[in-house]
């Protein structure tokens, strides 16, 4: 069965410095995979997927993710980070037309 | 552009009430889900409808959950009896397209509390 996984319950970083989130994947064939951010009291937002093409995937606010098919990675990433990106996010693989998410992980930025 | 509509936003109940949740999808978006999301957890997908049909309903646990998109636009999910395991954040989402690569917008979620 598909799957991800997100190692790391909650990662740390001062604002400005570049942000990294984990993700890996477990999947058969060509994998669809997702990042999603949710902000206390507020619904998922899509932040962007990866389909085919171009390894580096660029998304909403800034956010990048790099898919790496040897190391089966999915990390999302972000140059400089804001006080503002402060949310649980989330990873997701598409598994027979639905979503699979991975556990989440809690992104605290301090100034 | 209103977004998925969620009502109610809280619940309380009390063990063994029946209970019911209703969404909105976007306009015009043919796929609605409802996932459940337990505390520190990601969302599970409940059932997924394209249209009025439930395409995927093998995650919904039928003795106690039921639900319906009648003219394939609105749903209801309804639990009966709530249980206290039942306590959770219920997230609908809505997609126009059916594949799953396809962006979902969700909505705020009902959280709720079985007593």
């Known amino acids: 069965a598909q799957s991800v996984a997100q190692p790391e319950d909650q990662v740390n970083v001062a604002e400005g410095n570049p942000l990294t989130v984990k993700c890996t994947y477990s999947v058969s064939g060509n994998p669809y995979l997702f990042w999603y951010v949710q902000y206390p009291n507020r619904g998922l937002q899509f932040l962007l997927k990866y389909i085919t093409g171009d390894n580096l995937v660029k998304g909403s606010y800034g956010f990048e993710a790099e898919f790496n098919k040897s190391q089966t990675s999915f990390h999302l990433k972000k140059p400089s980070a804001l006080v503002s990106d402060s949310a649980l996010y989330f990873c997701a693989v598409e598994n027979g037309n639905k979503l699979v998410f991975g556990a989440g992980t809690i992104l605290r930025v301090k100034s | 552009e209103a977004g998925v509509v969620q009502s109610p936003r809280y619940k309380i109940i009390e063990k063994k009430q029946p209970v019911a949740f209703w969404c909105n999808p976007i306009?015009?978006?043919?796929?609605l889900y409802w996932y459940l999301q337990n505390l520190g957890q990601g969302p599970e997908l409940l059932i997924r409808y394209e249209n009025e049909e439930a395409v995927d309903d093998s995650q919904l646990p039928k003795d106690r959950f039921s639900a319906e998109r009648l003219k394939g636009v609105d749903s209801t999910l309804k639990i009966q009896p709530a249980e206290l395991g039942d306590s959770a954040v219920y997230l609908c989402?809505?997609?126009f397209g059916s594949g799953a690569y396809n962006e979902q917008f969700f909505g705020p979620g009902t959280r709720l509390t079985v007593l």
């Open positions: 989402a809505s997609s």
């Open positions: 306009s015009g978006h043919n796929t």
